[in-house]
């Protein structure tokens, strides 16, 4: 048997949308060596209270850390980590990472001074968004607007169903309705896996913002300082959890270099 040594991270979500980020850590370090968890019978989490989500995150954490043993844990759901990053990090001793609306670019980068915040209803009424607009964007107008019609159509587009552009063009007319905005902030992981259709549908053109190269970036500066351990002989594996395992679901993971799918 052949052991190699690789940095490994464990990369968590609620579904399917924690792939925008994987895609952009496989650019950055295509040698990671990835586990992938979906807490697919939980989804969508947009929709479920703090409280909820602050009671069952830790713990959820604590014990697949303790199932796959990484170098650092990438928390890739923007509603995860704007409601309970802090309970996260105290419940394991490792470094975690959260994805958090990518505000502060967005702003910076907007002409118009105009942005819109597409996230999911929890994140977009979250303090933590709150703090990021007061912080970075006092200077812009905001428009914000959460969907968990956006996180459905995207889990249908990867498990290979079709997608009613006419319901996608409904769920994101309310970000066109008033001030012009030129720039959209994705902040949502699911919706990056959507951006083709987005773009299609929308009545005018933006630029849309996520925050996947900057969480990549963040991660390979916290694995530089990290010694590569040896790996297990056993490929790289989505687990999900509550969830369905069937044959297009496999295949899609594999897409992202999960070559096992484990129902769990
Ligand atoms: N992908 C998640 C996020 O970034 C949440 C989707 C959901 O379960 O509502 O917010």
Redesign the pocket.
């Known amino acids: 048997m052949i052991l190699k040594a690789k940095h490994k991270a464990l990369v968590f979500?609620?579904?399917v949308?924690g792939l925008s980020v994987v895609r952009e850590l496989r650019r950055l370090m295509p040698d990671i060596y990835l586990s992938y968890v979906a807490d697919d019978g939980f989804?969508?989490?947009?929709n479920k209270t703090e409280a909820a989500l602050k009671a069952r995150l830790p713990g959820l954490i604590q014990t697949l850390v303790f199932a796959t043993q990484p170098d650092i844990v990438v928390i890739a759901?923007?509603?995860a980590s704007t409601t309970a990053l802090a309970e996260i990090r105290a419940a394991v001793k490792l470094p975690v990472i959260g994805?958090v609306p990518a505000i502060k670019p967005a702003a910076l980068s907007s002409s118009r001074k105009a942005i819109a915040v597409l996230?999911?209803p929890g994140?977009v009424k979250r303090k933590y968004v709150g703090k990021l607009i007061r912080d970075f964007a006092a200077n812009c107008q905001i428009v914000l607007h959460g969907s968990?019609g956006l996180?459905d159509m995207a889990e249908r587009k990867l498990a290979g169903l079709p997608i009613d552009l006419e319901a996608l063009r409904a769920e994101i007319q309310p970000l066109f309705a008033g001030v012009r905005i030129d720039t959209v902030v994705l902040a949502?992981?699911?919706f990056p896996l959507l951006l083709d259709e987005l773009k299609s549908v929308a009545p005018y053109d933006v630029s849309w913002v996520d925050s996947g190269s900057a969480i990549a970036k963040r991660a390979q500066s916290i694995l530089g300082d990290v010694r590569p351990g040896i790996i297990p002989d056993w490929p790289q594996t989505a687990l999900l959890v509550g969830g369905q395992d069937d044959e297009t679901r496999a295949e899609m993971f594999a897409a992202f270099g999960f070559a096992k799918t484990v129902s769990l």
Do not use: Q
């Open positions: 979500d609620s579904g949308g989804r969508p989490y947009g759901c923007n509603t994805v996230g999911t994140t968990t996180v949502c992981t699911h």
